[in-house]
DNA sequence: AATCCGGTTCTTTTT
DNA sequence: GAACCGGATT
């Protein structure tokens, strides 16, 4: 059918309704935006308005469906319609909107057709969120926005019992992975030396990515020592695994692809289902999420990753740069959509992004930029030691929160998590609120694992890993070796552990242990009566009561025990606020949900306090001032990445997202000596300090490293590789002494009044009563550069 | 079963 | 320097 005069005449005017509903973007998003067809690749920059462009691409799609580029009418289109849209276009009437949108819908989809694929529930969660906002509550939830590994779950929920497993699985974490291992590396006997678990598991987790079964892995190591070894340790884990009808982090996407691959039916409905697929971080997929994401999107073949490759920085978890760099051979006749305008950063840091970035070789090639110009110069600053440097970033946090800044715009980001401790140290030292980003801080205490393990083996009486875990705690006389008897009956009679327990009284080699046994099998069997019966909250709290293990943690009234106790209360908030969540509170989703998640997640962003993160933690994230510690050659790029290119590569891409991290402020500071793995090191000023263009510098060193820059901080040499900083005479200046009562103004906490004064190895620990602040501790002799009697 | 000692190791870690 | 693990000790 060719498209009528009228069609023609009709398409150009949908376009302009259609381009004014998202006139906010700029072309390049809106190329993106439009193009809804086929294979799309969004090279989307740092800061460029990527989770944007997902939003509103999503919206088109809702919405207009192919409707921008259709050059038909909408069916039963009429002249008079034509006429109201021009109309439209000329004077927006809000009222007229609804019939304006719906004239444009040429082929609008349902909501459940999209799938939305992101790597954090942080970011699963914005887009949710944002998505809510802008088409409601009932179509953004219809919408599949989730990570990949909650779309997998969502996916083998239905239908994993066609791989065999029970649909009551357990997910295994990290450290639970690691513990079947260990484990299973003894029993076979071989040198955890030579055989780290660390290393097996990340060989495993490499096969797995690969799509690379037991069998295959064996055929291919055949004869091979080491790796023959592993072939063996894969296929038992993989054995191990099912016997306690376990999932780990991999087999999530793994069996996965295994059911579509398999199944025919399932992979026709899923195909048939997302109409759309798009992938957000696409430079972070492995292998195996690849894979998956073509199998999804293998129907319609509308699939739209967004990415950046200079962004790439988890290598060393098996992500392949690869997915994004191949993108145009593995998908033909790929569009691609480049979006290098920045909306975060000044132009300075953008500059100094471009310069530090355009070294590496193995990338697309991109520049941000940005049309607001001006933003102070970065500075550079090195220090002698790393308690100076420290300082230095204190001193600048609260200058700037004496000009009016807010703890929470400032960030401190550091390549590994050691050196976090001389800054904690500093900003204890001045009170300067701060918080540590970090991933599962909270659910790898012991008892919150005691907790969850307690809860899995109630779901899944296979887990038998969890069911050691807690069978002995707290302490109900069932020794290490009457365990190990009845692991042995249950690995000769094929069942899991529990059975063995349950029926402890059948067996005459378990002796006196059985009855303890017995004892606690029943506790549990009454526990998963009880649990059919209460609120999942009502449970807990029963759980905590009939295990003993409240009454045993009460029992020690420690400081230790109270501050468990205090974590199990806190996860029991947790159980709570996921009953007012979700529609139909039950015990496995709770479990997968919490098996997904991390602290993280429920970080506040109004949070008054400085953040500290690594950072690769810091991907996704935005401040208005960053400061970047130990920017020194060893420690970043570490001493393991200066040998090979690729991961002297990875390493500036790291700095790189690291940069771009900041809107308007950046700190450089390194360390000319540093306290490291309990010896002191000496280095110079990171390679990736030269490729920042000079002139976007403010700085107290210089980059280049002159020969001799260790031994001699030449003060007032030619050219001074290190000046000690002004104003503060190298922590030598006489400390003014204080005494309770004594009134005080801060630069940072205003008026204040001393109210105790404790004598502390040469220095005074000061309580200060502020009149705005509240009370904080200070060490005197630091605290004078801020502080004044008055 | 709990605690102490000594030897070892030391990137990063979205799920 | 610190944290973690395993073995020995009580």
Not at 594 to 617: G, I, R
Request: net charge negative; proline share 3%.
């Amino acid at each position: 059918m060719e498209p009528t005069k009228f069609d023609i005449q009709f398409s150009a005017i949908r376009r302009a309704v259609i381009e004014r509903v998202f006139s906010r973007m700029n072309d390049r998003q809106k190329e993106a935006i439009f193009c809804t067809e086929g294979p799309l690749l969004v090279l989307a920059g740092a800061g460029s308005g990527k989770t944007s462009v997902l939003i509103h691409r999503i919206i088109n799609i809702l919405r207009f469906g192919k409707g921008y580029d259709s050059p038909y009418a909408t069916p039963n289109t009429g002249m008079e319609d034509l006429a109201f849209l021009a109309n439209y276009l000329e004077d927006p009437k809000p009222e007229h909107e609804a019939r304006a949108m719906q004239l444009c819908a040429v082929e609008p989809v349902k909501p459940w057709n999209i799938v939305a694929i992101t790597f954090t529930n942080k970011a699963a969660q914005e887009l949710q969120n944002r998505l809510t906002n802008a088409v409601g509550e009932a179509d953004a939830s219809a919408i599949w926005a989730h990570t990949f590994h909650t779309c997998c779950l969502r996916i083998l929920r239905r239908d994993i019992e066609r791989l065999g497993y029970s649909s009551t699985f357990t997910i295994y974490d990290e450290d639970d992975k690691k513990r079947v291992i260990t484990d299973l590396v003894r029993k076979l006997r071989l040198d955890d030396k030579i055989f780290e678990p660390r290393k097996i598991m990340n060989e495993i987790s490499r096969a797995k990515d690969n799509l690379i079964t037991p069998r295959t892995f064996a055929v291919d190591q055949r004869g091979e020592f080491y790796m023959g070894r592993v072939a063996e340790l894969y296929a038992l884990y993989e054995k191990e695994m099912r016997a306690n009808n376990a999932l780990d982090f991999d087999d999530i996407i793994l069996k996965t692809i295994q059911l579509l691959r398999e199944n025919a039916d399932i992979l026709e409905h899923y195909q048939q289902k997302f109409r759309y697929v798009l992938v957000d971080e696409y430079q972070d997929t492995n292998h195996a999420q690849y894979v998956l994401t073509a199998l999804l999107a293998g129907g319609y073949k509308n699939i739209c990753v967004v990415g950046d490759d200079d962004q790439s920085i988890y290598k060393f978890r098996g992500a392949t740069i690869t997915n994004i760099l191949e993108f145009e051979q593995q998908y033909e006749n790929a569009h691609v959509v480049r979006l290098e305008q920045n909306y975060r950063s000044t132009d300075t840091i953008l500059n100094a992004a471009n310069g530090l970035i355009r070294n590496n070789q193995n990338r697309k090639g991109k520049e941000l930029w940005t049309d607001r110009t001006g933003g102070s110069k970065i500075r550079l600053h090195r220090s002698d030691t790393q308690e100076n440097e420290a300082e230095y970033i204190v001193r600048q946090i609260l200058e700037g929160v004496e000009r009016g800044r807010k703890w929470n715009e400032f960030a401190v980001l550091y390549r590994n998590n050691v050196l976090s401790n001389a800054v904690e140290t500093a900003f204890r030292r001045q009170s300067i609120p701060y918080r540590i980003y970090k991933g599962r801080d909270f659910f790898s205490r012991a008892e919150i694992r005691d907790m969850f393990a307690y809860l899995w083996v109630i779901e899944n009486p296979s887990d038998t890993l969890r069911l050691k875990r807690i069978i002995n705690v707290p302490a109900r006389k069932i020794g290490a070796r009457s365990i190990e008897i009845a692991e042995e009956i249950a690995a000769q009679e094929g069942v899991p552990l529990f059975e063995v327990v349950r029926r402890a009284d059948t067996y005459s080699e378990l002796g006196r242990g059985a009855a303890a046994m017995m004892r606690f099998a029943q506790m549990i069997e009454e526990l998963r009566e009880l649990r059919t019966e209460v609120s999942l909250s009502e449970f807990y709290e029963d759980m905590l009561d009939v295990t003993g293990y409240q009454e045993s943690l009460e029992n020690k009234g420690d400081t230790e025990s109270r501050s468990r106790l205090e974590n199990i209360m806190e996860l029991k908030s947790n159980i709570v606020s996921y009953e007012e969540q979700s529609e139909a509170p039950s015990l496995s989703e709770f479990l997968e949900e919490m098996a997904l998640y991390t602290d993280a997640d429920k970080q506040d962003e109004n949070d008054e306090t400085v953040l500290l993160m690594t950072m690769h933690a810091a991907k996704g994230l935005e401040f208005p001032v960053v400061f970047l510690c130990g920017m020194e050659d060893g420690v970043f790029p570490g001493f393991r990445a200066e040998e090979n290119d690729e991961d002297l590569e990875e390493e500036r891409r790291l700095c790189y997202v690291a940069v771009t991290r900041a809107k308007q402020e950046l700190y450089l500071t390194c360390a000319e000596r540093r306290l490291m793995y309990g010896q002191t090191r000496y280095a110079h000023p990171s390679r990736f300090l030269r490729e920042i263009p000079e002139e976007l510098l403010d700085s107290n060193c210089s980059a280049t490293p002159r020969m001799n820059d260790m031994d001699t901080p030449s003060v007032g040499g030619v050219n001074p590789s290190y000046r000690k900083p002004s104003g503060l005479a190298g922590g030598t200046a006489p400390a003014a002494l204080f005494a309770a009562g004594d009134c005080v103004v801060h630069r940072a906490f205003g008026e204040g009044m001393v109210t105790s004064v404790k004598a502390m190895g040469g220095d005074q620990l000061l309580e200060i009563a502020f009149t705005q602040k509240g009370t904080k501790r200070l060490m005197a002799k630091s605290a004078a550069q801020f502080m004044q009697k008055r």
